[in-house]
């Protein structure tokens, strides 16, 4: 069976994909930690690279001398190859974001994890992304407010500790090694978060009472088939990979971590949300409510279409953005674990912060204004909370 990123893809006109900070083989072989404590300092410094994107926004040909209020001239908008960015694969792929763009162009480029996403957000490359929320919050915190607004949800659970099968309680991961896609990512934080719950101490540079190894998700698959990696914290489809394709099992499945009394939603926790430079948004909000538009449906789309009609979309989508279609049990696992939504679940984003905080790739600050659902309420029918931390 093929499998999606396990090779590069034929880029579609005007896309790119990119695995920022990551080659195609590991740097370092499991459990050598090399260059994670220049990462995550980079994660929770100043960062020139965001103040950057606070003096120059979006790149000059589409922000330079364009009155506010203007459509763009292009749209950049990045995206994972994943599922749980099935609002992002099916938006692009059905056309549905490029037919409300109108006379904007639309480019996409593909990235791995959140904090390659935001790293081309902030320096200009692009304008608006799909991401998880910690890589998000994380940009807000460092550049004092002034980097990104999270405009709308996408996708909701989706993520889960899948591990070997003879591993059957947090007890048993004392000196174990596990992977999450890149540090400072959602689940990176959450894995982090989880195993200081569980009384366990990690540190960026992969020491600690569990080592965790940032590994791009293909190579987390693959190290863990040849049985140097013990488990991963993984969104799909990669936790659903790993289980029907390399033998692992669930040890947590994240949705049952949250009980709703944060959100209303029982189970539901935010894995995928849309984003856009603020500079962006502030030159060209016509621009960032035709990608609502879009986005929304995009999501209608995936709410209302039978699972077989789901499931050639994505795969012809993942097909085109990351390399490779699924096999039918991997997608249809992935899909029964996701709920697509635009609600970005606000009432959970203090916790996740918190999460970062414990994680040590973030500080703690205050995430108030981190919201701007303004454009979102406008072009939906139902209007969507910002739990007191921004514009609704």
Same mark, same amino acid.
């Given at each position: ?11 579609q006109?005007g896309s790119?994909?990119?695995?920022a ?5 590991p740097?370092?072989?499991v459990g050598? *930690?090399i ?10 410094g100043?960062?020139?690279?965001v103040?950057s !994107?606070v #003096?120059a926004?979006?790149p000059a040909?589409t ?12 749209? *950049?908008?990045g ?5 749980t960015?099935a609002?992002?694969?099916? @938006?692009? !792929?059905?056309?549905f974001i490029?037919?409300?763009?109108g006379?904007?162009k ?13 790293e ?9 992304t799909?991401?998880?929320?910690n890589?998000?919050?994380n +940009?807000?915190?460092? !550049?004092?407010?002034q980097?990104?607004n999270?405009?709308a949800?996408?996708?909701a659970?989706g993520?889960q500790?899948?591990v070997k ?9 004392k000196?174990?090694t596990l992977? +999450?896609?890149?540090? @400072? ?10 195993l +200081?719950?569980q009384?366990?101490k990690?540190?960026v ?10 590994t791009?998700?293909a190579?987390t698959?693959k ?8 488990g991963a914290?993984?969104p ?8 029907? #394709? ?12 949250w009980?709703?009394s944060?959100?209303g939603?029982?189970?539901?926790f935010?894995t995928?949300?849309?984003i856009?430079n603020?500079k962006?948004?502030a030159?060209h909000p ?17 709410n209302?279409a ?6 050639t979309v994505?795969?012809?989508?993942l ?16 899909? *029964? #674990?996701?709920v697509?939504?635009?609600d970005?679940?606000a009432?959970t ?15 703690q600050?205050?995430i108030?204004g981190?919201?701007?659902l303004?454009?979102l309420?406008?072009v939906?029918?139902?209007k969507t909370?910002?739990? @007191?931390?921004?514009?609704?």
């Open positions: 069976m093929a499998n999606p990123q396990d090779k590069n893809p034929q880029n006109q790119t994909r990119i695995v900070g990551q080659p195609a083989k740097k370092r072989p050598v *930690k260059g994670i404590a220049a990462a995550v300092l980079a994660l929770i100043g960062g020139a690279a103040a !994107s #003096n926004g979006a040909a922000q330079e001398g364009a009155p506010a209020g203007n459509p763009a001239t292009e749209l *950049k908008l995206y994972f190859g994943n599922v960015h609002p992002a694969l099916v @938006g692009v !792929s059905k056309g490029k037919d409300e763009l006379s904007t639309l480019s996409t480029q593909v990235f791995n994890a959140g904090p390659a996403a935001i081309a957000l902030n320096a200009g490359a692009i304008d608006a799909y991401i998880g929320p890589p998000a919050i +940009s807000f915190v460092k !550049s004092q407010g980097s990104v999270i405009i949800g996408a996708a659970g993520a500790l899948v099968p003879e591993i059957t309680s947090a007890a048993d991961l000196g174990k992977a +999450s896609p890149q540090l @400072g990512g959602t689940q990176d934080v959450a894995l982090r978060a989880w +200081s719950s009384g366990y990690t540190n540079d992969g020491s600690g009472d569990v080592a965790i190894n940032p791009e998700n190579q698959l190290l863990f088939q040849d049985g140097k990696l013990d914290w993984l799909e489809p990669w936790a659903s990979r790993l289980v029907l #394709n390399a033998g692992a099992k669930v040890l947590v499945d994240e949705k049952d971590l009980d709703g944060l959100s939603k029982p189970g539901e935010p995928t949300i849309l856009v603020r962006f948004a030159d016509d621009t960032v409510k035709a990608l609502l538009k879009g986005h929304a449906k995009s999501v209608e789309w995936l209302s039978s699972a077989a009609d789901k499931a994505i795969n012809a989508a097909k085109e953005a990351a390399g490779a279609e699924l096999s039918a049990d991997v997608i249809d696992r992935s899909l *029964k #674990n996701i697509f939504t635009v970005p679940l009432g984003y203090q916790k996740l912060l918190a999460d970062g905080v414990t994680a040590g790739t973030t500080k600050a205050d108030n981190i919201f701007d303004r454009a309420n406008s939906s029918n139902v909370s910002a739990a @007191g931390l921004g514009q609704e």
